[in-house]
């Protein structure tokens, strides 16, 4: 009985192994690209809307290009670009954002950024939802994407910190 315990222990091992799995959130590489502190904001309810953040850096000698979003969570998933206009707030969709050649894109609240609409189940914070970003270079990557309630975000970026050039928001 242990030698057949212990083969499908070891069985079950390998197999979770060799599975492939979502990629972490932060720190993720694709191509030449790195996507760092990525994070969704919290929802109150089903069906609202949300948006997720990150930046991503471009590490090679191309520019290359976020063209969409998806995520299982979510009815639809665009990218966005907020913007200030005679102190109103106002968002559109866009069809994707530049990531400059050795440079970087920061989606952040209040600029560009994935929404996400209708939400399938409310998100709860320390939560972790699919994202999946796809580049116009590199490709796909699905992210394993942590939520966090608005005043819990991440520090902000000092850009200067950075070697590469920034995209202008």
């Given at each position: 009985?242990?030698?057949?315990f212990?083969a ?5 091992l390998s ?5 492939p799995a ?7 590489k694709?191509g ?6 990525v ?6 309810r089903?069906?609202?809307?949300t948006?997720?953040?990150m ?7 191309a520019p ?15 990218i966005?670009?907020?913007s200030?206009a005679?102190?109103?707030?106002k968002?559109r ?9 050795n ?22 914070a320390?939560?972790h939802i ?14 394993n994407?942590e939520?966090r309630?608005m ?5 902000k970026?000092?850009?200067?910190k ?6 202008s928001?």
């Amino acid at each position: 009985m242990k030698t057949l315990f212990a083969a499908l222990l070891s069985l079950v091992l390998s197999l979770s192994v060799s599975l492939p799995a979502p990629a972490l959130a932060d720190g993720m590489k694709v191509g030449n690209l790195m996507i760092e502190d990525v994070w969704v904001r919290t929802t109150l309810r089903t069906g609202a809307p949300t948006g997720a953040f990150m930046l991503i850096k471009n590490m090679g000698s191309a520019p290359d290009r976020l063209i969409a979003a998806s995520s299982p969570r979510a009815k639809a998933t665009e990218i966005h670009q907020s913007s200030m206009a005679g102190g109103v707030m106002k968002m559109r969709r866009v069809d994707g954002v530049e990531v400059p050649a050795n440079g970087m894109a920061m989606l952040k609240p209040g600029s560009y950024h994935v929404m996400m609409m209708g939400v399938t189940h409310a998100i709860k914070a320390g939560s972790h939802i699919p994202l999946t970003l796809t580049f116009e270079h590199a490709g796909k990557i699905t992210l394993n994407v942590e939520a966090r309630a608005m005043g819990n975000m991440p520090p902000k970026h000092d850009m200067k910190k950075h070697d590469m050039k920034k995209k202008s928001d």
